[in-house]
């Protein structure tokens, strides 16, 4: 795959089982959204500590630009104006209850991403920001009961737009802030 393509839910998962990191690769994933929405910068931090990888773990060759094609990639998605950002999650075809439970996973790794950001030190969040850090912890903990599969995609569906935007959103008001150190913008 050409570093320019886009990279897949299924190329991130085999390269988080080749490197036996114990996490899904959604959870990875919304980890290093959560960190980049909180303002994090991966160049500041390693991008082992960011995805709070085992110090034991060391991503080369092929992993190592799997990983970095996924940076770059979350970071243009969450930036991008047309709101093209979408956390990476099985493909709609898998079973309804793997898509929702990646769903899940994603956010708990958003939330301790931007924890690590630590988005909420550089300032006091919106009420907006607030409530919707609530909301997603509340997906973060939820736990499923299905019953009709046309409502339950169709709920699916909603609970990952309101994920999608959650995400972008959070990122235009935490990583975009200017900074205020030395009364300068960069």
């Known amino acids: 795959m050409a570093a320019d393509e886009l990279i897949g839910y299924d190329e991130l998962d085999d390269t988080v089982v080749h490197l036996q ?3 899904q690769a959604s959870d990875l994933h ?50 991008d104006p047309e709101l093209g950002f979408e956390p990476l999650l099985p493909a709609d075809d898998r079973p309804l209850t793997e898509r929702a439970e990646a769903l899940v996973d994603w956010c708990r790794g958003f ?43 169709d709920a699916l569906i909603e609970v990952h737009e309101f994920v999608r935007m959650a995400a972008m959103l959070l990122f235009a008001e935490c990583a975009r802030r200017p900074s205020i150190q030395g009364g300068s913008v960069h």
């Open 21 to 23: 990191l114990g996490v």
């Open 111 to 153: 939330l301790g991403g931007f924890g690590l950001a630590g988005a909420d030190a550089h300032g006091k969040l919106s009420n907006e920001a607030q409530e919707i850090l609530r909301d997603l912890g509340t997906i973060a903990a939820s736990s499923f009961e299905f019953g009709d599969e046309g409502e339950d995609e």
């Open 30 to 79: 919304g980890s290093l959204c959560g960190f980049l929405a909180g303002g994090g910068q991966v160049g500041k931090r390693s991008l082992a500590e960011v995805l709070q990888l085992e110090a034991e773990v060391a991503p080369a060759g092929r992993d190592q630009v799997v990983l970095d094609r996924m940076v770059r990639q979350s970071e243009a998605e969450l930036a």
